[in-house]
């Protein structure tokens, strides 16, 4: 059996991201971030591949993966068009999760953006926590199963006689 054919890409994947944002004025505004160009986006995700590296290979604590020009080099990439009027209307904090939302948006897709973005950056709010796991497993364990439905039962079975212990 044939498939149904692609999809136009556009029709599915979202190539920009509009992140409501509260400015330093106090306003919610709707910043619009552009997609990268394919060369950008490539070097968006070996700088980063980069990055996992060395902190998989131990890197001191202390070793910056980044110094701040190639952290805002960085940044200017992942924000394109958008980079000078999020600099101008937020503060730092502000800026680097907007900024960090958008680089994982370009390297992990649109889910992984969404989800840190919502987290407020905190890395323990992005997965589901213990408490939520076992709640929603203990939910599907509680659900009883469904009985037949042939109209017939099978008999119970019947306990075996213990052999008395010896004394």
Known sequence: MAGQGFQ?????????????IRCNDGQVRTFHIPPCSA???MRVETIMET???????GAE????????????????IALGSAHDELQQHLAWPRFRHVAITSVLWITQGLDTAE??????????????????????????????????TSGTSTPRATARPRKAAKT
């Open 115 to 148: 989800q840190y973005w919502n987290s407020g950056g905190d890395p323990s709010l992005m997965a589901p926590n213990r408490a939520a796991r076992r709640a929603s497993s203990a939910a599907a364990s509680s659900t009883p199963r469904r009985g037949s």
């Open 8 to 20: 136009v890409l556009e029709e599915f994947l979202g190539d920009s991201l509009d992140l409501p």
């Open 39 to 41: 060369e950008d986006g």
């Open 51 to 57: 990055g996992l590296r060395l902190a998989a290979g």
């Open 61 to 76: 604590p202390d070793t910056e993966v980044l110094d701040d020009a190639a952290e805002m080099d960085l940044y200017r």
